[in-house]
């Protein structure tokens, strides 16, 4: 015969799991949040109509400043943008979440994605690395 668990035994073994995967999250986050830590893929830039609009860290975007989004570093940190295919290279502060589409790993406002390409490529390859 099967006994029951009790609600305390199920509350335990809950908070448990999700202790768990909450260090399970923080280790694969803190991998790039290390000074140094790279990262490669595609970078965009912020379409006009966000220009002003609130970002997930609450400061308004601005298309002039240096910024970025990414989505795992925590807000303020700072990163080194580089253009592989030109060696050119900008550093930017994590404000916001984001690319949300498959295969970016950093949005840019306009003014830093033309510090290092042409805004009409649209998109460019780049290494990330976090800087002090």
């Known amino acids: 015969m099967k006994r029951a668990r009790s609600p305390l ?12 995967l909450n260090c399970a ?33 609450g400061e308004r975007l601005d298309q002039q400043a240096l910024t970025a989004a990414h989505r795992t570093l925590p807000f303020g940190t700072r990163v080194k943008v580089t253009n592989l295919k030109n060696g050119k290279s900008v550093t930017v502060k994590i404000n916001d979440r984001g690319p949300f589409v498959k295969g970016r ?15 009409e490529a649209g998109l460019m390859d780049v290494r990330i690395e976090t800087v002090q």
């Open 9 to 20: 035994k199920k509350f335990f073994y809950l908070l448990m799991m999700l202790s768990l």
């Open 105 to 119: 790993i950093i949005d840019l406002t306009r003014a830093a994605f033309r510090k290092i390409g042409r805004i």
């Open 25 to 57: 999250g923080r280790q694969l986050q803190s991998d790039l949040q290390r000074s140094g830590s790279t990262e490669t893929g595609l970078a965009s830039f912020y379409a006009m109509k966000y220009h002003l609009r609130k970002t997930a860290s």
